[in-house]
């Protein structure tokens, strides 16, 4: 072997080392390196190597007992890095090199057979969506995780009432479990963007090669069979250069991260003095380090703060796509960053969630105080349209008596009898003293309403579906 071949600054030889004289240099050893991130894909790019070798056996390309080596010696690399017994080479550039010198290492020239037929343009194209299929069962789990704990919660609050804001206005009276549903439908679709993700991620790269399609005879059918695969990537070309299913994952994840986040911020708002409505564990509170009185909502808060970072990994990975021409390019290396960082940082949300929400303590009374008063508004208007006044004129009517009610001090339900013939002869003391929040949430039976009969038809239609 030549000296002047391509060779690592500690003497290694690279796989090109036919190709490259000289060395390369250290710098850009440690510049163009993915082995730090990736090498979290090992247990996905051992099982595609198994694959591999059977279907290179399959083509004649190895003998039985040089694919029976070749899988004991991956199975021995695979312990190593299982026990964290693997030493990496700071030349090893990526997993898959690393993998493949210490095979090699193991078990000799054999090692250099492995890669007949394969590159490892379509190789990493194969372990990401390993990796991808892997991680959206994960996330359902996750997600399924935090719509049980919402669950749980609103069973515990089943008749609990709260003033339901728009413009962050109070707006009219609900149910707490109903604004808790709300989150588990947003989750509910979530967890079908994940499922929708891993079906159209579950296609075999391997067998494109570098882009054209490998030169021998592989059985691709046979090598998706093996990996569990519903399809085999029908060009060679999308194969190694797409990264589709990348996006999909990352903007499920980003507009899950989103549906966190605004549940993370009701936290906070609830948790504050002004509103009053929820008291933090205090296992997953922070106090100040200077003020004595303070606890701190910081779980929500960065569970709010962390969803720049996975809406980012989504803008990063989709920036970085749209100027490639086909078909690889070491670009798409940058993939996997954004990827892992959204993915760890979605699962720590949802588990940090999971554990947090049904241990919220609601000041109930305190809640539905607040639901009370001028919130009933709505509901005077639509007595006035049950006995025939058009909506546009009892909104007019309603509107004039708050009006006099926030003008006089007196509340919605005092007004006395002359007051109330001024603005209608049909509003009467009797009936604006039938006025309460609970009697305004009963009325709301519509389908999806917030009627106490209509919430636990939802509730019941969400324990079938995520279970109790
Ligand atoms: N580390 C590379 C990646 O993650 C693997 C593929 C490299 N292929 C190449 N031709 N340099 O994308």
Redesign the pocket.
């Known amino acids: 072997m030549s000296s002047r071949r391509a060779r690592t600054h500690a003497g290694m030889r690279k796989a090109w080392a036919g190709r490259l004289g000289g060395r390369t240099a250290p710098l850009v050893e440690a510049f ?3 082995l730090p ?2 090498r979290a894909l090992f247990p996905h790019d051992i099982a595609g190597s198994v694959a591999h070798v059977r279907a290179l056996v399959r083509a004649r390309l190895l003998t039985r007992a040089e694919g029976a080596r070749l899988e004991r010696g991956l199975g021995s690399v695979r312990r190593e890095l299982e026990r964290g017994q693997f030493r990496f080479h700071p030349a090893d ?5 690393a993998v493949e010198r210490r095979l090699t290492e193991l078990i000799g020239p054999l090692g250099g057979k492995l890669h007949t037929g394969r ?3 379509d ?2 194209a194969l372990d990401l969506r390993l990796w991808l299929r892997a991680e959206c069962e994960a996330m359902d789990a996750a997600l399924r995780g935090v719509q049980r704990a919402l669950l749980k919660l609103a069973r515990r609050h089943r008749n609990a009432l709260l003033p339901g804001y728009t413009h962050l206005q109070r707006a009219q009276p609900i149910l707490l479990a109903h604004h808790l549903l709300a989150y588990r439908e947003m989750l509910a679709r979530d967890r079908s963007r994940f499922r929708d993700c891993r079906e159209r991620a579950d296609e075999l790269p391997l067998g494109a090669g ?1 882009l054209a399609g490998a030169g021998f005879a592989l059985d691709r059918p046979f090598v998706a069979r093996q990996l569990g695969f519903a399809r085999v990537a029908a060009n060679s070309i999308d194969a190694v250069a797409d990264r589709d299913a990348a996006a999909e994952f990352l903007a499920a994840a980003a507009i899950t991260m989103v549906h966190l986040s605004r549940l993370g911020e009701e936290i906070v708002l609830w948790a504050s003095e002004e509103f009053g409505f929820v008291e933090l564990p205090d296992a997953f509170a922070t106090g100040s380090s200077m003020m004595p009185q303070k606890k701190n909502p910081d779980v929500a808060e960065l569970v709010r703060g962390r969803t720049g970072r996975v809406i980012g990994a989504l803008v990063a990975l989709l920036t970085m796509l749209k100027g490639l021409p086909l078909a ?1 390019n ?1 670009d ?2 940058e ?2 960053p954004a990827l892992f960082d959204a993915a760890r940082t979605l699962r720590d949300a949802a588990a940090v969630l999971t554990a947090m929400v049904p241990r919220l303590a609601f000041r109930t009374r305190r809640m539905a105080a607040a639901a009370d008063g001028l919130l009933l508004a709505t509901d005077v208007a639509d007595v006035l349209v049950e006995r025939g006044v058009p909506f546009r004129e009892a909104h007019e009517i309603v509107g004039g008596l708050v009006r006099h009610c926030l003008a006089t001090g007196t509340g919605l339900r005092e007004v006395d009898a002359k007051t109330l013939r001024t603005h209608s002869p049909l509003l009467t003391p009797a009936l604006v003293r039938r006025l309460t929040p609970a009697r305004s949430v009963a009325r709301r039976r519509v389908l999806g309403g917030t009627a106490p009969r209509e919430v636990a038809r939802q509730l019941a239609r969400a324990e079938r579906e995520d279970g109790r």
């Not at 550039?93 to 090199?97: R, S, V």
């Open positions: 163009t390196t993915s991130v990736d550039e990526d997993i898959h090199m590159s490892r343009n190789q990493v570098a690889y070491r798409l290396q993939d996997k």
